[in-house]
């Protein structure tokens, strides 16, 4: 696998970091990628029928060869982008649409970074079929990807409550990793509300056995944070921790507000039933980012937002934001108001 073209070598060096944000359909999804210099991380991908994501690579990819001698390297699957992925939580809005990316002999998938128990089935009252019966989990990536011959053989799953720092090689850009600070599938007195919420969507078999009793909840709770930061530009993308069960709340908490002011956040749980006020006054975003579907915003949460921010709703378009030190440009789509 060392012998493919590198098409990373062609990218331009220009310190300029791009944040992408893919649409979102008819229903909530998140779909992420960054790219600077020649380096590509994924945060997600969005739902089986979201192709935004693996368009946008695949175009990343043509760009750089575009200015290349040889014509023949774009249709060449030896010329392969190294791209690296960054899993938030194993739920089919998140990852389904890797099953794009991971046959594509264009893309060479380097590195997948997932929360802890993320490769569990989930198991909840009468959405069982729904969340368990798809064929795109995370294990089944570790199964694939010798098949499919990657160099990544694992996926490296981050421990509870231990931050991760990632920094780009020739850049001052840092990518910081918050999961969470322990497993909501387990019982915590201590987070009296999130544990509520868990007990009222547990499976029965919860109690015998904690193993195969992995409820959604608990997986939203257990949702990877990533925050990205450029000189004095900071862009955060949250998981699916909720307000109303105090995941969100204790989060914070555990971290330390200090660590989410930035300038973009996107909303956890897509902006979809819930109300982070808390959030909202640490972070003091000038760009909100809604990734639900028309329809299933939270009033509340969208007169806050609109009050304190540019609101930009993924359901519009494609999103790009140009990120250097100082200045943040955003392109694609343009704000607006409900």
Avoid at 125 to 130: I, M, S, V
Avoid at 302 to 323: A, K, P
Wanted: hydrophobic share 35%; with cysteine.
């Amino acid at each position: 696998m060392s012998n493919y073209i590198r098409v990373n070598d062609f990218a331009p060096k220009n310190g300029e970091l791009t944040l992408f944000c893919k649409k979102v359909g008819t229903k909530k999804s998140d779909g992420f990628a960054i790219v600077e210099n020649d380096k590509v991380y994924v945060i997600d991908a969005g739902r089986g029928d979201d192709r935004e994501l693996h368009l946008f690579l695949r175009e990343l990819r043509e760009k750089w060869l575009s200015n290349q001698d040889d014509a023949s390297l774009l249709e060449d699957e030896n010329a392969r982008l190294e791209i690296h992925i960054i899993v938030s939580h194993p739920h089919p809005d998140h990852i389904a649409a890797f099953k794009y990316l991971l046959p594509d002999f264009k893309l060479c998938i380097m590195s997948i970074i997932a929360p802890m128990r993320a490769y569990l089935s989930l198991d909840v009252p009468g959405a069982l079929e729904k969340l368990t019966a798809f064929e795109d989990r995370l294990e089944l990536y570790e199964k694939m990807l010798p098949v499919y011959l990657h160099p990544c053989r694992e996926i490296t799953r981050v421990p509870y409550g231990e931050k991760q720092t990632i920094r780009l090689p020739d850049s001052n850009t840092v990518l910081d990793l918050y999961p969470s600070q322990f497993d909501w599938s387990e019982d915590r007195p201590s987070e009296s509300e999130g544990i509520r919420f868990l007990k009222k969507y547990l499976s029965p078999t919860y109690a015998d056995d904690p193993e195969h009793g992995y409820s959604n909840g608990a997986a939203n709770g257990n949702s990877l944070w990533v925050k990205i930061t450029k000189g004095s530009s900071v862009a955060l993308i949250t998981g699916d921790q909720r307000a109303s069960d105090e995941m969100l709340g204790s989060m914070i908490r555990y971290y330390g507000e200090e660590e989410f002011r930035c300038d973009i956040l996107k909303l956890p749980h897509h902006g979809e039933k819930n109300y982070p006020p808390y959030l909202l006054s640490v972070a003091q975003p000038t760009v909100t980012i809604f990734t639900c579907a028309e329809g299933y915003d939270t009033p509340e949460t969208q007169d806050i937002c609109e009050r304190i921010s540019d609101v930009y709703y993924l359901r519009d378009g494609n999103l790009f934001f140009r990120i250097t030190e100082n200045s943040i440009t955003p392109y694609g789509i343009s704000p607006r108001k409900r």
